[in-house]
């Protein structure tokens, strides 16, 4: 008889890959765990974990079934969020997902405002790059994220959130800041710094500029980080230009705001929502998510229409990475 205990285990190995871990994170000592693992392996008449592997891993038919004790464990779970729905009650954990480039910018004001307003609320948060935090809501491994959308899944409940804008930050010599307008058609690429593979924010940036595989390779340098901050800070060591969000302006000093510059007309827009799987019962925490992220917001950034939003997908509605 297959248990929900052995079910975790499984999904707990399948995480982290390694038995001592996957002991600590369920609380219980590794030969209580390695017993029950190896106890489903004999009763299933399979091997779930291919033990001459280091880390860890999963057979082939180890992954279905991990991917099967994942729903399993989910629709376990649900019995108690709908309980928690049903009550109204404001318990329990809410493991959010959020993209780098919003991340520092959206975290410090909104965890404070939800620790004030939820004590009774346990909040786990992971920094994720795009596609892997889908990969995650899909596999039940997060609640929710805050993410850039349009993001066109049908498995993916998108909630629009606010509208920001996509600024361009420049080198204090860079003939950008001299421009009464600046239109995207006219951007020059030469200068351009860009964040590395895997950013949504870095796929809207091609997208918006028209960047082609070819114009990527003669863009001065590929900056493979999570982080808008450093480059920033090489625009200004180096000279060139790069996109920030309009988050970030809160952050910037004084002195730096007159190195940013926003669009003459027909401002890009990234659209950000709170999205979740739509097998996620607790539609009520999503939906006091959104509330936190917009009393911590500018007004006018979550009054603005939806406007000129800037695609992060290509036209075949796949990533360009």
């Not at 992971?126 to 993001?151: A, C, H, N, Q």
């Not at 809207?204 to 028209?210: E, F, G």
């Not at 009393?295 to 997908?313: A, D, I, T």
């Amino acid at each position: 008889m297959i248990t929900l205990t052995q079910l975790e285990y499984i999904v707990a190995l399948d995480d982290v890959r390694h038995f001592a871990a996957a002991a600590d994170k369920c609380f219980v000592t590794q030969p209580t765990l390695s017993m029950q693992v190896k106890k489903l392996e004999e009763d299933l008449g399979v091997i779930i974990f291919d033990r001459k592997r280091q880390p860890l891993e999963p057979t082939e038919i180890g992954k279905k079934i991990i991917s099967q004790a994942r729903a399993a464990l989910a629709s376990s779970n649900q019995i108690k969020e709908i309980i928690r729905e049903e009550q109204r009650v404001v318990s329990g954990t809410l493991r959010i997902g959020i993209i780098p480039t919003l991340a520092p910018y959206l975290l410090p004001p909104l965890m404070k405002q939800m620790a004030q307003e939820y004590p009774d609320l346990e909040i786990g948060v992971e920094e994720v790059e795009s596609e892997e935090l889908v990969r995650r809501l899909k596999s039940e491994r997060l609640d929710v994220g805050i993410f850039v959308t349009p993001y066109n899944d049908n498995t993916i409940v998108e909630k629009p959130v606010f509208y920001e804008e996509m600024l361009i930050y420049a080198h204090p010599g860079h003939e950008l800041l001299h421009q009464k307008g600046i239109d995207a058609n006219e951007l020059k690429h030469a200068g351009l710094w860009l964040l590395g593979e895997g950013h949504c924010f870095r796929n809207q940036v091609v997208n918006l500029c028209n960047i082609t595989q070819e114009d990527e390779g003669r863009l001065p340098f590929r900056f493979e980080s999570n982080s808008l901050e450093t480059l920033m800070r090489i625009v200004d060591a180096e000279g060139g230009y790069t996109f920030i969000p309009e988050l970030a302006l809160q952050y910037l000093p004084e002195n730096k705001l007159l190195q940013v510059r926003s669009f003459a007309s027909d401002k890009p827009l990234r659209e950000v929502s709170v999205i979740s799987s739509i097998y996620f019962v607790r539609q009520q925490l999503v939906e006091l998510l959104w509330q936190a992220i917009r009393s911590v917001l500018p007004e006018q950034m979550w009054q603005r229409e939806r406007g000129m939003v800037v695609e992060w997908k290509t036209k075949n509605n796949t990533n360009l990475h």
